[in-house]
């Protein structure tokens, strides 16, 4: 949770930088979104549901 709010963080910044660096840093922000989202629904899958 920590990475994910020093990555929103960082993006944030980016948006008062060039446009270059803003578009650059929502890519990234939403690439690693995705990526934690898709991790944590694989791992979910993985567990065994206790009864």
């Known amino acids: 949770m920590l990475g ?4 929103s963080a ?3 910044h980016t948006l ?3 446009r270059i660096n803003a578009i ?4 990234f922000f939403t ?3 995705l990526a934690y989202f898709l991790l ?3 791992r979910d899958a ?3 549901s206790s009864p």
Request: aromatic share 8%.
């Open 46 to 48: 993985a567990l065994p």
């Open 16 to 18: 008062f930088s060039t």
């Open 24 to 27: 650059g840093g929502l890519v």
């Open 40 to 42: 944590k629904r694989r």
């Open 10 to 12: 960082t993006v944030l």
């Open 31 to 33: 690439a690693l979104t």
């Open 4 to 7: 994910f709010m020093l990555a």
